[in-house]
Structures are given as structure tokens and as C-alpha cells.
């Protein structure tokens, strides 16, 4: 068992035991790790609120091969995002892109661009301004991209002819043409947004608001990782969207 150190994303946490808390980290040393917290539900834990979920932490573990559950030693804060948690749009939003970075992580994975992307963008939800939907989709395509889910925006995923205008969209990879079957219709104006939020990596663009791009993300999340998306569903529901 070798002590470590490295910075983390809380991703999420359950309760384990009257004292104890279990916690998904990911790390870009370890991608996804769950870790035991000894004592971390006692009043006075030297724990205090590091372990909250969406912040960015310095974390002492115990690493152990072959151990599903590692044990963590100290955690102290480095960024609490409390402009996000103090904002109940940007809160709720934050959730979308928080789980697909968990579903996207491997364990005992080096994830150094996925830990810079998610942290990039949850600094940059701290300081955005404008509605929080749009920045939530543009988290969630760059997380998606980063860990190799890109969908296809120029040329059909089907039979690669140039794809312009309006078209059809696939949720097995991308854009179609009009000879190729999609799962749905997809206006001129979302795709120069989807295209938009591809194409800016460092910051998220100056994008209006689109339920309808939301939801199509949330299908594609969805099926290019087999599983659905309950924060997604959560916030569809929050803001009827």
C-alpha cells in the first residue's frame, strides 16, 4: 500500500455506515476512484465540507492494487465553485456534464485532458453569465469529445457525403444527408450551434439557449454510453424543458 497525492474532482458520494462516506473522485492521475472516508460524517471531521460533491480537491489516499474501494487519507479544498452552488440554474445544470464525466472514466486510468476539460469547464460555469443551458451543452460536448465520443458534424455518419443546411441526426454518431436515415431532423440553426460548441474548445461560445439541443445530447450521451442520464431527466423536469 503506497501513500499518493493528486488533485480531484468530487464526483459524487453516498453515505457508508453512521460515520463514514463514500466518495467518487476522478483524478487525473487514476481517472475514476472511489475512495472510503473514515469519520467523515462525524460533526468534527477533519474532512469538514471538502467531500461535497462538485469540488475541486487535494487528495491524500492510500492506494492499494487489486481494491475496489481505496482509502483516503486527507482532503482539503482548492475550489468549492461557490458562485455554481450558490445559483440554482448553473447548480442544476452542472449536474448534466459532472455525470457524464463519471460515465465516461475509467478506473485506474490515467484522465489528465478529461480532469482539465471538467475543470475548465466548471470554472468557466462559475464566471458565465448568460443562460446555463447553453454552457451545460458545451461541457457536455467537450467531455464527450475528450473521451472520444465526437459526433460527426460535417459529413454523414452513414455514407460520408458533406453535410449542409438542415439534415438529419443520427444518435449512433452524428449527421446525415437526406438519402441517409436519421433519428431525427436537425434545423440549419442547430447544427451551426452544435458545430459552435464542437468547435470551441477553450471557453464556452456566445450561444442562445436550445432546449431542442439539450435533449438531442442527452439521446446521444445516452446511447453512445448505454445508459441514461437521471440529472439530464432531472433538469428536463425542473425547467420543463
Request: hydrophobic share 40%; net charge positive; proline share 3%.
Amino acid at each position: 500500500m503506497s501513500q499518493e497525492r493528486s488533485e480531484a474532482v468530487v464526483l459524487r458520494g453516498v453515505d457508508f455506515s453512521e460515520t463514514s462516506r463514500i466518495v467518487t473522485l476522478l483524478l487525473p492521475t487514476r481517472g475514476r476512484m472511489a475512495c472510503l472516508a473514515k469519520g467523515a460524517r462525524r460533526k468534527k471531521s477533519g474532512f469538514g465540507g471538502a467531500l461535497d460533491t462538485l469540488n475541486h480537491i487535494e487528495a491524500v489516499y492510500y492506494w492499494k492494487d487489486g481494491r475496489e474501494v481505496q482509502q483516503l487519507g486527507e482532503a482539503s479544498i482548492l475550489d468549492s465553485y461557490r458562485g455554481i452552488k450558490a445559483d440554482l440554474e448553473k447548480s442544476a445544470y452542472s449536474s448534466f456534464p459532472l455525470e457524464v464525466a463519471y460515465r465516461v472514466a475509467h478506473e485506474n486510468e490515467p484522465s489528465q485532458e478529461l480532469f482539465s476539460a471538467l475543470v475548465r469547464g466548471l470554472e468557466s460555469l462559475e464566471r458565465w453569465e448568460r443562460p446555463a443551458q447553453a454552457h451545460a451543452c458545451w461541457q457536455v460536448v467537450q467531455l464527450l469529445i475528450t473521451a472520444g465520443f465526437e459526433p460527426s458534424l460535417d459529413v454523414c455518419v452513414d455514407c460520408g457525403r458533406r453535410v449542409s443546411g438542415a439534415a438529419g441526426f443520427a444518435y449512433r454518431g452524428g449527421v446525415t444527408c437526406g438519402g441517409c436515415a436519421g433519428d431525427r431532423r436537425l434545423t440549419a440553426r442547430e447544427l451551426d450551434g452544435l458545430r459552435a460548441l464542437a468547435g470551441s474548445r477553450a471557453s464556452c461560445p456566445r450561444v442562445e439557449p436550445m432546449p431542442s439541443l439539450f435533449k438531442l445530447l442527452r439521446a446521444y450521451a445516452s446511447q453512445q454510453l448505454e445508459t441514461d442520464f437521471r440529472s439530464a431527466r432531472v433538469i428536463q423536469e425542473m425547467f420543463r424543458l
